[in-house]
């Protein structure tokens, strides 16, 4: 089995040059440079943070279909000619892992609250969905449009991220303005967490079930 990974840090922004529009999907094209470099058919780049596969390619641009799931759930639905888009492409053996793990699976669409700029940072806001914010936490890492960044602070209904100037100058990020939406992925390992531990309480919950019959003569 392939695994596919990349890590938030971004290679390039390309500007959408073509789009081939379905009632639930689409076929996108997409004009760049680096991410072509030694492109393939059926590679992986991603997209805002969207994992697509590579069905079209020249010196210049490549192409990729966005699925109803995919079209739905994340900003790609939203695209229009001439819009720039973060790219990456995934991770290959002995590649250093600058940012952190992401697989290109989008969990869900962000809506940025507030935008302020502190002294050399641009600090973000960002509603999360209810069912995303636990897998959220300060310090932690949080892929925003395929950028690896890291949690400032958490609240209620939403969180922070501060954006170096570095990352604001390559990536699409720093256009950014209250009431955009935005693509979230959330750290894989918190999800692993969460799966692990919900395993051993219900392993645990077996054991007490099948003693209390064994104790009332069931067994």
Same mark, same amino acid.
């Given at each position: 089995?392939?695994?596919?990974?990349?890590?938030?840090?971004?290679?390039?922004?390309?500007?959408?040059?073509?789009?081939?529009?379905?009632?639930? =999907?689409?076929?996108? =094209?997409?004009?760049?440079?680096?991410?072509?470099?030694?492109?393939?058919?059926?590679?992986?780049?991603?997209?805002?943070?969207?994992?697509?596969?590579?069905?079209?390619?020249?010196?210049?641009?490549?192409?990729?279909?966005?699925?109803?799931?995919?079209?739905?759930?994340?900003?790609?639905?939203?695209?229009?000619?001439?819009?720039?888009?973060?790219?990456?492409?995934?991770?290959?053996?002995?590649?250093?892992?600058?940012?952190?793990?992401?697989?290109?699976?989008?969990?869900?669409?962000?809506?940025?609250?507030?935008?302020?700029?502190?002294?050399?940072?641009?600090?973000?806001?960002?509603?999360?969905?209810?069912?995303?914010?636990?897998?959220?936490?300060?310090?932690? =890492?949080?892929?925003?449009?395929?950028?690896?960044?890291?949690?400032?602070?958490?609240?209620?209904?939403?969180?922070?991220?501060?954006?170096?100037?570095?990352?604001?100058?390559?990536?699409?990020?720093?256009?950014?303005?209250?009431?955009?939406?935005?693509?979230?992925?959330?750290?894989?390992?918190?999800?692993?967490?969460?799966?692990?531990?919900?395993?051993?309480?219900?392993?645990?919950?077996?054991?007490?079930?099948?003693?209390?019959?064994?104790?009332?003569?069931?067994?």
């Amino acid at each position: 089995m392939v695994i596919i990974i990349f890590t938030g840090i971004i290679e390039e922004t390309g500007s959408v040059s073509r789009i081939a529009r379905g009632s639930q =999907s689409c076929r996108i =094209s997409i004009n760049c440079s680096r991410v072509v470099d030694d492109v393939k058919l059926g590679d992986s780049i991603a997209v805002n943070g969207v994992c697509l596969t590579v069905v079209g390619f020249s010196r210049s641009h490549f192409s990729a279909d966005v699925m109803p799931e995919t079209f739905e759930h994340t900003t790609l639905h939203s695209l229009n000619n001439g819009n720039r888009v973060n790219l990456e492409r995934a991770l290959r053996a002995g590649d250093r892992l600058g940012g952190h793990m992401v697989q290109g699976h989008v969990d869900g669409m962000g809506t940025i609250l507030e935008r302020q700029e502190l002294d050399i940072a641009i600090i973000f806001r960002i509603q999360s969905p209810p069912d995303l914010l636990k897998y959220i936490a300060a310090k932690g =890492s949080i892929t925003i449009d395929g950028i690896s960044l890291t949690v400032v602070k958490v609240f209620k209904d939403s969180f922070t991220v501060s954006l170096i100037p570095h990352t604001a100058m390559i990536t699409t990020l720093s256009q950014k303005r209250p009431g955009d939406m935005v693509n979230l992925e959330t750290d894989i390992i918190a999800r692993y967490l969460e799966r692990l531990i919900k395993v051993e309480e219900a392993a645990a919950e077996i054991k007490i079930n099948m003693n209390l019959l064994a104790e009332n003569g069931f067994l």
